[in-house]
């Protein structure tokens, strides 16, 4: 058995220790070849919420900030899946269409800013 898988996240192969997570993968191999400050390329995806870029924080299945798309199948927990070889990675970065929609109208009055 090898020491090592190819992974392709977003297209680009990286290659990382068998055995570990995904989202350790792409930590370890951020941490030493993105020597970019730009938040979004470090991002596994972008809050549905509000957009803003999410990346691992617990590494054991809690925290849910660690969802890729991985082989085709979108929210996955990045930290619980072990790397296989050829695996294909999708950072979620294109939330536009779950973006939270609603306007002061929606909310209910005691909530809103504008209480003219
Ligand atoms: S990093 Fe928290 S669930 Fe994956």
Do not use: W
């Amino acid at each position: 058995m090898s020491d090592t898988v190819k992974i392709y996240v977003d297209e680009k192969m990286m290659e990382v220790p068998a055995g570990i997570s995904v989202a350790a993968a792409i930590l370890g191999h951020s941490h030493s070849h993105n020597h970019s400050n730009d938040q979004s390329r470090k991002a596994f995806h972008n809050n549905s919420m509000d957009a803003s870029p999410r990346a691992p924080y617990c590494l054991m299945g809690v925290c849910f900030e660690c969802m890729m798309e991985i082989d085709g199948e979108a929210n996955v927990q990045s930290c619980l899946v072990t790397v296989q070889d050829g695996m294909q990675v999708k950072r979620q970065l294109n939330t536009e269409a779950f973006h939270y929609k609603n306007t002061e109208d929606d909310l209910p009055e005691n909530r809103r800013t504008n209480n003219d």
